[in-house]
């Protein structure tokens, strides 16, 4: 039987494909539905699907990049992008020869995507273009509607509320339900849960590298991969070093 992984940040839109999978495709079995892009890496390098729908604008992780760090995790798992990007985008999808279904999904569409994927796996092909290029192509689309990064934050230092510039934490690490920002002098508590402020941080800039840790590309001094796959990250101001999960290691594959 054929497996699928989706990932849509959106519950309802998440909802929908899986029950318009199931009228196209009832033979498919959808083993992992993922509300981000972290989890979407970690179930398709763990169980290592035949198909992947990803959402491209997801918390953390963009559908591009978890589609990037899978083809190294999981080569054989077949890609498809769901957008709501403009026909901009659309036409980047088209030149790379990538799966795309425009949002909001018709059984139509779904069904002739289908039918590609199919093909394709009976002659054990797996069509993901130039990723890399999607990547630029699509940043610079996104950075011409998005809204601006976070340029500061407030946080507590016991009972002192200190006002941080981003460029000065050198990684984020979760606390539950709060983060924890690490700065050269220290660190301070933000109320604020880390995939929400991921959501708010520079993406050319900020890199999640573990389900609970995310890392300032400026603060790096050195990355070393060990012999299982896993990354350890060294900081320029830091003593302490950071662990970088497997699958994310690819991430860094072209830095």
């Not at 995507?113 to 394709?120: G, H």
């Not at 300032?216 to 990250?233: F, Q």
Request: with cysteine; charged share 25%.
């Amino acid at each position: 039987m054929t497996r699928a992984v989706i990932a849509e940040d959106e519950p309802l839109l998440r909802e929908a494909l899986s029950r318009l999978l199931g009228e196209a495709w009832p033979e498919l079995d959808v083993i992992a539905e993922c509300e981000n892009g972290a989890d979407a890496l970690d179930a398709i390098a763990a169980q290592q699907p035949d198909v992947a729908f990803l959402d491209i604008r997801m918390p953390g992780l963009s559908g591009l990049e978890v589609a990037a760090a899978a083809a190294e995790a999981s080569p054989a798992t077949q890609v498809v992008f769901t957008t709501a990007y403009d026909q901009y985008a659309v036409d980047a999808f088209e030149r790379g020869a990538i799966d795309y279904l425009l949002k909001p999904v018709t059984i139509e569409r779904l069904a002739a995507t289908v039918e590609r994927l199919k093909r394709r796996a009976a002659a054990g092909q797996a069509a993901r273009g130039d990723l890399a290029l999607l990547l630029r192509e699509l940043a610079q689309g996104a950075a011409q509607t998005g809204a601006a990064p976070l340029t500061w934050i407030t946080a507590g230092t016991g009972r002192e509320t200190r006002l941080i510039m981003v460029d000065d934490v050198a990684y984020f690490r979760a606390d539950h339900k709060y983060t924890v920002a690490m700065t050269a002098d220290g660190e301070a508590l933000l109320r604020k849960p880390i995939r929400e402020l991921l959501e708010q941080l520079d993406p050319a800039v900020f890199k999640q590298i573990h389900r609970s840790t995310i890392v300032n590309l400026k603060a790096i001094a050195s990355i070393v991969r060990d012999d299982s796959g896993k990354g350890t990250v060294r900081l320029r101001q830091r003593p302490e070093t950071l662990t970088v999960s497997q699958p994310f290691m690819a991430l860094f594959r072209n830095m």
